[in-house]
């Protein structure tokens, strides 16, 4: 352990990077590498073994534009996609299985469309086509469906109107509280105008979870929810 911060050996430079319980994950040049606890092959280099510097996740070498490491799980947005690896005890591969991969995946349905991921420890959510969808443990009602049963495969939590300009998501390790606030970019809209919308996951307080969404304002005169 450090008390102060470690530089990571071999790189340097700009790229995306995401902790989870054990294990990091990040992106460089396009591609996926992680490193740490490997138990469950969180790595996703196609072993169990824990590595003390970035190895490479197979397959995925370019076209990465999202990373999320989880509790003792990783997703990536892989050309407009998911795909994850590593324990799937709960679902939270998506992949309509509970078998863990030591490899990535793809998640079942989504294959186009998502522009951003986040991993809790059991479950996964992501951005897609500008509604949120949800996969894996849901003990607390996590994934937003009404439910408290785990769910293998991406399951609706909230649909939102098309067109979505900028949204971001991030699961963190408690159930989610989603909020979804709208900011109008002409300050008189007309009918067929464009509305801009941006979501924020957060942290619940404790182990509460949202029950719905707050939508703040409304739609002006002539723009549907859809």
């Not at 469309?113 to 894996?136: L, R």
Request: charged share 10%.
């Amino acid at each position: 352990s450090s008390a102060g911060t470690a530089g990571v050996a071999g790189n340097s430079g700009s790229f995306t990077i995401s902790a989870g319980f054990g294990h990091n994950c990040m992106i460089r040049g396009g591609g996926v590498l992680c490193w740490g606890d490997n138990e469950y092959g969180q790595l996703g280099n196609a072993s169990t073994i824990d590595s003390t510097t970035p190895t490479q996740v197979q397959g995925l070498t370019s076209d990465i534009t999202g990373i999320a490491a989880g509790g003792l799980h990783s997703c990536a947005v892989v050309g407009g996609g998911v795909k994850c690896w590593g324990l799937n005890e709960s679902g939270q591969l998506g992949n309509d299985s509970t078998a863990d991969s030591l490899v990535p995946i793809q998640v079942q349905g989504l294959t186009a469309g998502v522009t951003a991921i986040a991993a809790n420890a059991s479950h996964t959510c992501a951005i897609v086509h500008g509604g949120v969808k949800c996969w894996g443990y849901n003990a607390f009602g996590q994934l937003g469906n009404d439910s408290n049963a785990d769910s293998a495969g991406q399951t609706n939590t909230f649909t939102l109107v098309s067109g979505v300009d900028d949204a971001s998501i991030d699961a963190g390790f408690l159930p989610v509280d989603l909020s979804l606030d709208k900011t109008v970019s002409d300050s008189t809209p007309s009918v067929g105008s464009n509305v801009t919308f941006t979501v924020t996951v957060t942290n619940a307080a404790g182990f509460s979870t949202a029950t719905g969404v707050t939508i703040k304002d409304v739609l002006p005169v002539g723009l549907t929810y859809v």
